[in-house]
């Protein structure tokens, strides 16, 4: 059986690509790695891509110099979780706060991990989790 190393890239679809831009690179302090005005990719830890892809230009296949992408898109308000310190919860509580983005919920979890919520320009629902949430995190 072939195995999976791990999740590469993980896609948000977004309806204005400069204020999301602005949210994830002044909020969250992500640096992009290549963006032009279909989409934007950050590096998010060391092995792992956030795309931001403003919604429905990606409806078509995209011709690459390698080969074609297929068509994809989303809507409605998705989920994605940051992995983070234990450390780092309160400095992002603090640093969230400073930039007005209020924390939507809480969770203390049973295995001993912490997160939090809150809402992206585009009503996505981003998390902060610390580690020991998942048996492999």
């Known amino acids: 059986m072939p195995t999976i190393d791990g999740v590469l890239e993980t896609s948000l679809y977004v309806d204005d690509l ?3 831009r602005a949210f994830y690179e002044e909020v969250m302090e992500l640096r992009p790695m ?15 891509v956030l795309l ?8 078509q296949p995209v011709q690459m110099p390698g080969g074609s992408i297929g068509p ?16 780092e919860l309160p400095s992002w ?7 007005k983005v209020a924390i939507e919920s809480r969770v203390d979890w049973p295995r001993g991990g ?3 919520y809150f809402r992206d320009p585009d009503g996505h629902l981003l998390e902060l989790a610390t580690p020991v949430l998942w048996p492999n995190y």
Not at 93 to 99: A, D, Q
Request: hydrophobic share 35%; charged share 20%.
């Open 34 to 48: 290549f963006g032009d005005d279909r989409l934007c990719a950050y590096p998010v830890g060391p092995r792992s």
């Open 114 to 116: 912490h997160s939090i």
């Open 52 to 59: 931001l892809f403003r919604r429905g230009v990606s409806l």
């Open 18 to 20: 400069a204020r999301a």
């Open 72 to 87: 994809h898109d989303g809507s409605g308000p998705l989920h994605m979780a940051f992995a983070i310190g234990a450390e």
């Open 93 to 99: 509580e603090t640093h969230l706060s400073g930039h």
